[in-house]
C-alpha cells in the first residue's frame, strides 16, 4: 500500500447481529466476490452476550476488528484503494444514527489514523463522496459532524 492520504468510511448496510457479522462480511468478499480478504482495514461492530468472547468478558461492547493488513491495497472504493484505508461501521446508518458508543470509538480509531499517517481532517471521506449510487457510511451518518469533531 502507498502511503495512505484518505480515510475512507462505510456501512456494512446490513443489521447487526450483534455476534460478530464482521467474518460473515469477510466470508462474502472472499467466497462471493473472490477477493483475497475482505476490503476494509478496520471495522467496528457492537460485540454482544451471543457471542462467545462477549460471554467471557460479561460485558457488551464495540470492538475495533482488524480487517486487511494495512500494507495491503484496500478493496473498499474504486479508484482510491492504493491511497485509503477501508473503516466499515457495522450495520444500516441509513435507517439510524450510529449507536453513541460506536461513534466514539470510530472518533478514536480515526484520530489514531491521522495521526499515525498525517492525514488531514479533511481527507476523511465517506464512500458516498467517490460513489454517487453508495449512500455510506449512512444517510443518518453527519460527515460533517463527525470531521468537526476530530
Not at 478496520?42 to 486487511?68: D, P
Request: with cysteine.
Amino acid at each position: 500500500m502507498i502511503k495512505p492520504e484518505y480515510i475512507i468510511l462505510h456501512h456494512s448496510l446490513t443489521k447487526d447481529s450483534g455476534t460478530v457479522s464482521w467474518q460473515a462480511i469477510r466470508e462474502y468478499h472472499k467466497q462471493v466476490l473472490g477477493w483475497d480478504d475482505v476490503g476494509y482495514h478496520f471495522g467496528i461492530e457492537y460485540i454482544g452476550r451471543n457471542n462467545h468472547r462477549a460471554k467471557v468478558l460479561r460485558k457488551n461492547h464495540y470492538e475495533i476488528l482488524t480487517g486487511r493488513m494495512m500494507d495491503k491495497r484496500g478493496a473498499h472504493c474504486r479508484g482510491m484503494n492504493g491511497k485509503s484505508i477501508g473503516i466499515c461501521l457495522v450495520g444500516n446508518f441509513d435507517l439510524k444514527k450510529p449507536p453513541f458508543e460506536m461513534w466514539m470509538l470510530s472518533l478514536k480509531l480515526v484520530r489514531s489514523l491521522c495521526k499515525i499517517f498525517n492525514i488531514p481532517i479533511k481527507n476523511v471521506k465517506g464512500h458516498r463522496e467517490f460513489a454517487d449510487y453508495k449512500t455510506c457510511p449512512g444517510i443518518s451518518f453527519s460527515l460533517g459532524k463527525f470531521r468537526d469533531q476530530l
